[in-house]
């Protein structure tokens, strides 16, 4: 049995099927392949020659995987686009505050209110797309969350007073609120285990890519009139939405959701088109109905949610965790006030200011390509704890900097030179753990008949969080000094480290069924599970050849 157990490991490390036909080829090195037969067993030899036919198969198995890769990746792509809209009004906020201070004379706490009031109306929209993503759909709902933000930047743009402005900001804050439950709950429900974490942050990568849009917005059109230059900093975010459009008709709804309102032959076409073959598609389809069907006749999903068994607090406990994590940690009050920042620390010029904002964005958004790259080889944990230290050494030399230029102390120059470092560095480690994998960690841990709702409590906290910090940032500092609220970040940080340990799993490879199961069985807690197959799992796959 241990022979049968390394030749499985194989053929999970190939990415390939191992249940798709009678013989089935499987890729185990340069020029090396196995052949499995079910009417003899495992072959324990190698064949050096296969014959043309064996080839063209297993050649067409390779082509049905890169066919259902390509088009999970569009779909994730796709179902991304709200998030640039989020990253962009982020980005494009904070050198807009600037210009909408000088033009409609607003205070500093209307300039907090602004900013931060965004992020706490946003949990209202998360609480309804949990509802509304399970009666109209995943796809559906990204379309209510791109329609109400474009609604509420319109306003924002030709907005006369601050009150007007504020309306449109309010507006523009449900939406986003939508937009970042639905995405990566639907692009989880859509892609492969193996895969689902590099295609699950791509919603972070498109909002990192909205932040340096919006920066590059700021430096752009900073030379215009103060009264105009803010109105197109803040329009230009509403052109994505032709895009989001068309995307809806494009991409298939959520095959999971489809098993939940009992559309499975819908369910089943949309899985043909995802998975590597037939077999797979039944099998995919199976795991779904049982996770559907399990508490279907049980309480109501809030009633559930809030008297919650053991296994779903654990869970509950984990998300809700992570995301109050990924913004006490102070990243929105980097992102938002990043030129108050640099001002702070004696960049007077609005160029250079701006220049610097940029460097900050552009760095946030290559940086994310690491775990894109990562995330499904070394798994969340790992990259969680690069994140969390990384971010707290920044952010604890940040503090320092800070505090020795307000006391005078040390080169000025030298100073202004660390903060910019320790800025960059700060959201490059925000983006290699804590950025993407908040998100990935939520939409892959919670049982199908909960997931929706549970991603929306667990947003819930995320938007709290951030919208408590910029609200609060200004006059934070103000009363704290500037260092002393960036030693405090560092401090939360610290503690996130020992909250990854001890909360969160490692849940590299596994299906959200699996997920699921483990939580249940709470083995192996720091390393998700046993990372080699287990015996029931070689039965089962000797059962199936």
Same mark, same amino acid.
């Given at each position: 049995?241990?022979?049968?157990?390394?030749?499985?490991?194989?053929?999970?490390?190939?990415?390939?099927n191992?249940?798709?036909?009678?013989?089935?080829?499987?890729?185990?090195?340069?020029?090396?392949?196995?052949?499995?037969?079910?009417?003899?067993?495992?072959?324990?030899?190698?064949?050096?020659?296969?014959?043309?036919?064996?080839?063209?198969?297993?050649e067409?198995?390779?082509?049905?995987?890169?066919?259902?890769?390509?088009?999970?990746?569009?779909?994730?792509?796709?179902?991304?686009?709200n998030s640039?809209?989020?990253?962009?009004?982020v980005?494009?906020?904070?050198?807009?505050?600037?210009f909408?201070?000088e033009?409609?004379?607003?205070?500093?706490?209307?300039?907090?209110?602004?900013?931060?009031?965004?992020?706490?109306?946003?949990?209202?929209?998360?609480?309804?797309?949990g509802k509304?993503?399970?009666?109209?759909?995943?796809?559906?709902?990204?379309?209510?969350?791109?329609?109400?933000?474009?609604?509420?930047?319109?306003?924002?743009?030709?907005?006369?007073?601050?009150?007007?402005?504020?309306?449109g900001?309010?507006i523009?804050?449900?939406?986003?609120?939508?937009?970042?439950?639905?995405?990566?709950?639907?692009?989880?429900?859509?892609?492969?285990?193996?895969?689902?974490?590099?295609?699950?942050?791509?919603?972070?990568?498109?909002?990192?890519?909205?932040?340096?849009?919006g920066?590059v917005?700021?430096?752009?059109?900073?030379?215009?009139?103060?009264?105009?230059?803010?109105?197109?900093?803040?329009?230009?975010?509403?052109?994505?939405?032709?895009?989001?459009?068309?995307?809806?008709?494009?991409?298939?709804?959520?095959?999971?959701?489809?098993?939940?309102?009992?559309?499975?032959?819908e369910? =089943?076409? %949309?899985l043909?088109? +995802? /998975?590597?073959?037939?077999?797979? *598609?039944?099998?995919?389809?199976?795991? $779904?109905?049982?996770?559907?069907?399990?508490?279907e006749n049980?309480?109501?999903?809030?009633?559930?949610?809030?008297?919650?068994?053991?296994?779903?607090?654990?869970?509950?406990?984990?998300?809700?965790?992570?995301?109050?994590?990924?913004q006490?940690?102070g990243?929105?009050a980097?992102?938002?006030?990043?030129?108050?920042?640099?001002?702070?620390?004696?960049?007077?010029?609005?160029?250079?200011l701006?220049?610097?904002?940029?460097?900050?964005?552009?760095?946030?958004?290559?940086?994310?390509?690491i775990?894109?790259?990562?995330?499904?080889r070394?798994? =969340?944990? %790992?990259?969680?704890? +690069? /994140?969390?230290?990384?971010?707290? *050494?920044?952010?604890?030399?940040?503090? $320092?900097?800070?505090?020795?230029?307000?006391f005078?102390?040390?080169?000025?120059?030298?100073?202004?030179?660390?903060?910019?470092?320790?800025?960059?560095?700060?959201?490059a480690?925000?983006?290699?753990?804590?950025g993407?994998?908040?998100?990935?960690?939520?939409?892959?841990?919670?049982?199908?008949?909960?997931?929706?709702?549970?991603?929306?409590?667990?947003?819930?906290?995320?938007?709290?969080?951030?919208?408590?910090?910029?609200?609060?940032?200004?006059?934070?500092?103000?009363?704290?000094?500037?260092?002393?609220?960036?030693?405090?970040?560092?401090?939360f940080?610290?503690?996130?480290?020992?909250?990854?340990?001890?909360?969160?799993?490692e849940?590299?490879?596994?299906?959200?069924?699996?997920?699921?199961?483990?939580f249940?069985?709470?083995?192996?807690?720091?390393?998700?599970?046993?990372?080699?197959?287990?015996l029931?799992?070689?039965?089962?796959?000797?059962?199936?050849?």
């Open positions: 049995m241990s022979f049968l157990k390394s030749k499985v490991k194989a053929i999970a490390a190939s990415e390939l191992p249940m798709v036909v009678k013989n089935k080829y499987v890729r185990m090195g340069e020029g090396e392949v196995t052949t499995m037969q079910s009417d003899r067993g495992v072959n324990n030899d190698v064949d050096d020659e296969l014959d043309i036919d064996e080839l063209a198969w297993a067409k198995i390779s082509d049905k995987r890169n066919t259902s890769r390509r088009y999970v990746f569009a779909c994730a792509i796709f179902a991304s686009l640039i809209l989020l990253g962009y009004d980005g494009v906020m904070s050198g807009a505050i600037l909408i201070h033009d409609l004379k607003i205070t500093e706490v209307q300039q907090e209110i602004l900013v931060g009031c965004l992020s706490v109306v946003s949990l209202f929209g998360s609480i309804a797309a509304a993503s399970d009666v109209i759909g995943r796809k559906w709902t990204m379309g209510i969350a791109a329609i109400i933000f474009q609604v509420g930047a319109t306003i924002m743009v030709f907005a006369p007073s601050f009150i007007v402005l504020m309306t900001r309010l523009t804050g449900i939406g986003i609120g939508f937009a970042v439950v639905v995405a990566p709950v639907y692009i989880a429900e859509i892609s492969p285990s193996v895969s689902r974490g590099s295609f699950t942050s791509f919603p972070e990568i498109f909002i990192n890519l909205g932040i340096l849009l920066y917005s700021n430096y752009a059109f900073s030379g215009l009139s103060v009264h105009i230059n803010w109105r197109i900093m803040l329009g230009v975010g509403i052109l994505p939405s032709a895009i989001i459009a068309i995307a809806l008709f494009k991409i298939p709804e959520s095959p999971r959701w489809l098993v939940m309102v009992h559309r499975t032959d369910a =089943r076409i %949309v043909s088109n +995802i /998975s590597e073959s037939e077999v797979e *598609v039944e099998q995919r389809l199976s795991e $779904i109905e049982v996770a559907a069907s399990v508490g049980e309480k109501d999903v809030w009633r559930e949610i809030m008297n919650p068994s053991p296994v779903l607090r654990r869970m509950l406990i984990t998300g809700i965790g992570i995301q109050c994590f990924q006490i940690t990243i929105d980097t992102v938002y006030y990043s030129p108050t920042i640099f001002k702070k620390a004696g960049i007077t010029n609005y160029n250079y701006l220049s610097a904002t940029v460097a900050v964005g552009f760095t946030k958004t290559i940086f994310i390509i775990p894109i790259l990562t995330i499904d070394v798994g =969340r944990k %790992v990259l969680l704890y +690069i /994140s969390t230290v990384g971010m707290t *050494v920044c952010l604890l030399g940040l503090s $320092i900097a800070l505090t020795f230029l307000n005078d102390i040390g080169s000025k120059d030298v100073g202004i030179g660390i903060i910019i470092l320790a800025v960059c560095g700060n959201v480690s925000f983006s290699v753990g804590m993407p994998i908040a998100w990935v960690m939520s939409s892959e841990i919670f049982p199908l008949r909960v997931r929706a709702q549970a991603c929306a409590i667990s947003l819930v906290g995320n938007r709290l969080c951030s919208g408590l910090i910029a609200m609060s940032y200004l006059s934070m500092a103000r009363v704290m000094t500037i260092g002393g609220t960036f030693f405090l970040f560092a401090l940080s610290a503690l996130s480290v020992v909250f990854m340990y001890v909360f969160v799993p849940t590299k490879g596994k299906s959200l069924e699996e997920i699921e199961s483990m249940h069985s709470g083995s192996d807690w720091q390393n998700g599970g046993s990372t080699e197959v287990e029931n799992d070689v039965q089962r796959l000797v059962d199936k050849i």
